[in-house]
Structure formats: structure tokens, C-alpha cells
């Protein structure tokens, strides 16, 4: 399964990105992690196929993810940013026990 992330980009305190990953092929589970220069990989959210969503703490009530199961493409809406969001951002996709990952996404959150 191939994953392709677009979106990212430069944005002040505050401000609002969207992120956005198709798969190529079915999936069970899309989501996003991140992760920072010497910090660990960490997830953002993620989303099944039948619409439940896991969120971690630091993004809950400011980021919003959603799916197009047609489309396999899953979306991340990030409002609200903080510096401390600015993070290399992975697509990641599950299909049974098997995890794959697409290519980061830099998103830099700074005045």
C-alpha cells in the first residue's frame, strides 16, 4: 500500500493547515503521526473505516480528522497551532497488523 501526504507548510501561532494522505489500495486505519528533531515519533490521530477516531491529548478539541473511505483519503485539520505542533508529519495507515507509512510533511509553526 502506497500512502501520499500533501499538505504542510509554514503558519504563525494560531493559525489553521490541513493535512491530507491517500492510500492506494483499501485500508482499515489512517491517521497521522509526528515527529520532532530528537523526540520520539508520537501519534496524532487516527481514523478507522467506520469512522472512529483516536486523538491524542496535546491535539484534542484543536485538530479534526476525517475520512473518505471512496477516496481512501484521510484529512487532518489543524487549528489552532502551537509552536510545539511544528513536526515532521507522517501519514500512517494499518490494514490488519500490518502498519505502513507514507512520506513527512513539515509543518512549522512560528511568528
Known amino acids: 500500500v502506497q500512502l501520499q501526504a500533501f499538505g504542510g507548510g509554514l503558519v504563525q501561532p494560531g493559525g489553521s493547515l490541513s493535512l491530507s494522505c491517500a492510500a492506494l489500495g483499501s485500508i482499515g486505519i489512517m491517521g497521522w503521526y509526528r515527529q520532532a528533531p530528537g523526540k520520539q515519533r508520537e501519534l496524532v490521530a487516527t481514523?478507522?473505516?467506520?469512522?472512529?477516531?483516536n486523538y491524542a491529548d496535546s491535539v484534542k478539541g484543536r485538530f479534526t480528522i476525517s475520512g473518505d473511505n471512496a477516496k481512501n483519503t484521510v484529512y487532518l485539520q489543524m487549528n489552532s497551532l502551537k509552536p510545539e505542533d511544528t513536526s515532521a508529519y507522517l501519514c500512517?495507515?494499518?490494514?490488519?497488523?500490518?502498519?505502513?507509512w507514507g512520506q513527512g510533511t513539515l509543518v512549522t509553526v512560528s511568528s
Open positions: 500512517y495507515a494499518r490494514q490488519s497488523i500490518i502498519p505502513y
Open positions: 481514523i478507522s473505516s467506520g469512522g472512529i477516531t
